[in-house]
């Protein structure tokens, strides 16, 4: 089973300024990597998927990159519906797996 | 628009059994993979199980495997998990969810059906 880390668990980040997530699998997923966002309440949502292509209708500051095993999801200017979880999942084999998520709170 | 609606949780005891439903809309039903993801209180996600747009593969979460399955009708457009021999550690929203991309990530999510083991 590929394991998936992410960090931070938290990061604290004041509207307007840029969020870097970290997603590292214990082994190499390819581009086959996911990004999604959810917040309370509500069911995921599709970021990111391919590594690096925006799900439909997703806003363009948000962005993935990496290949392998090290993977990042970038938002270039925090709005105030960003803050929320995120998590990467695998889909090179199986099992699927989920990191455990970053939270994304206001500094 | 695409719409999955989660249903047949409920609170029950261990050892019992529930069959969870999610009835689709809005697409082709029978040509998307589908997959049941479920997240226990407070924790993060959790893949369960996967069936295939025509029902031929199927495949579980080393956690579930011998006690749930899963099936689809594609005539109801809707997909099942049938949960057997529940524990506490199964205590969780369910939720349904379409495969894109060959079937492996999500796209939609049902909104989610929480199953409560307890006795």
Redesign the interface.
């Known amino acids: 089973?590929i394991v998936m880390t992410q960090s931070p668990a938290t990061l604290s980040v004041s509207p307007g300024e840029r969020a870097a997530l970290s997603c590292r699998a214990s082994q190499s997923v390819s581009n086959?990597l996911?990004w999604?966002q959810?917040k309370p309440g509500q069911?995921?949502?599709?970021l990111i998927?391919?590594a690096s292509t925006r799900?439909?209708g997703i806003p363009a500051r948000f962005s993935g990159s990496g290949s392998g095993t090290e993977f990042t999801l970038t938002i270039s200017s925090l709005q105030s519906e960003d803050f929320a979880v995120y998590?990467c999942?695998h889909?090179n084999n199986?099992?699927?797996?989920?990191?455990?998520?970053t939270k994304v709170d206001i500094k | 628009q695409v719409q999955l609606v989660d249903s047949g949780g409920g609170v029950v005891q261990p050892g019992t059994s529930l069959r969870l439903s999610c009835a689709a809309s809005g697409f082709t039903f029978s040509g998307y993979a589908m997959h049941w993801v479920r997240q226990a209180p407070g924790k993060g996600l959790e893949w369960v199980a996967f069936i295939s747009y025509d029902g031929t593969n199927k495949y579980f979460a080393d956690s579930v495997k011998g006690r749930f399955t899963i099936s689809r009708d594609n005539s109801e457009n809707t997909v099942y998990l049938q949960v057997n021999s529940l524990r506490a550690d199964d205590t969780a929203v369910y939720y349904c969810a379409r495969g894109a991309g060959g079937g492996a990530y999500y796209d939609y999510w049902g909104q989610g059906t929480l199953v409560t083991v307890s006795s």
């Open positions: 089973e086959n996911a999604y959810q069911p995921p949502r599709l998927y391919g799900a439909t998590y999942q889909y199986w099992p699927l797996t989920f990191g455990p998520g």
